[in-house]
């Protein structure tokens, strides 16, 4: 079975540092990945999202990144974070579940705040 | 822009009723629809996907689906103060991508 972890769990960081968070996934080969923010009380934004190797789309222009360095890892970066970047970092990978469509799983998420 | 509405509620109901969740979404083309259940703190986990008009039912959850009106809604059959959590609506309108609604809280009163 197909198991999708994220880490840290929890982060506090100060305005102006910079982030990195990773999501592995195992049991699948050639996911897609997906990178989402969900602010307090809101609801989810995708913010990039990858059907390969390298293969990086975004969707909300703004200072963040995102690499793919292997089949199976994603990572979300910033050189320097801003107060408004505070959020619930969620990861997902996707499945063909029916002709051409997709179903979206869920890592445990980041928590990261900003001070 | 490609849009999925909900309310936002909350939505309060006795333990043992049906919990009725509504969605709409702005695109003729959307092809899958999902729902998803979050509980606070935690990430959301997929609990119905839904492909085609009509009814889809999985133990106490039925999803209906109504393209023609673009509505898809999740009926909680017995509703249960564990059913307590924010339902998400979501929408693939092309490829890969979802579009996600803002959530309905739910409230299942003991």
């Known amino acids: 079975s197909q198991t999708i972890h994220q880490w840290p769990a929890t982060l506090v960081q100060p305005v102006g540092s910079p982030l990195s968070l990773e999501c592995t996934v195992e049991?699948?080969?050639?996911?897609?990945l997906y990178w989402y923010r969900q602010a307090a009380g809101r609801g989810l934004q995708l913010l990039f999202y990858?059907?390969?190797?390298?293969?990086i789309s975004s969707e909300v222009p703004q200072n963040l990144s995102a690499s793919r360095p292997q089949d199976r890892q994603f990572i979300l970066s910033s050189k320097k974070l801003l107060l408004s970047d505070s959020g619930f970092y969620l990861c997902?990978?996707?499945?063909?579940?029916?002709?051409?469509?997709?179903?979206?799983?869920f890592g445990p998420g980041t928590r990261l705040t900003v001070t | 822009q490609k849009e999925v509405e909900q309310n936002s509620g909350p939505l309060s109901v006795p333990e043992g009723a049906i919990a009725s969740l509504n969605c709409t979404y702005s695109?003729?083309?959307?092809?899958?629809f999902f729902w998803y259940r979050q509980y606070s703190g935690k990430s959301p986990e997929l609990i119905m996907s839904?492909?085609?008009?009509g009814d889809k039912e999985d133990g106490r959850f039925t999803a209906q689906l109504n393209k023609a009106s673009q509505y898809v809604s999740l009926l909680i059959r017995d509703s249960q103060p564990s059913d307590s959590a924010t339902y998400l609506c979501?929408?693939?309108?092309?490829?890969?991508?979802?579009?996600f609604g803002p959530g309905t809280r739910l409230s299942v009163l003991p």
């Open positions: 997902a990978w996707g499945e063909l579940s029916s002709g051409t469509s997709y179903e979206q799983y």
């Open positions: 979501a929408v693939n309108f092309y490829g890969q991508n979802f579009v």
């Open positions: 990858s059907v390969g190797i390298g293969q």
């Open positions: 839904i492909y085609s008009n």
């Open positions: 049991g699948t080969s050639n996911p897609n």
């Open positions: 695109d003729r083309v959307s092809q899958s």
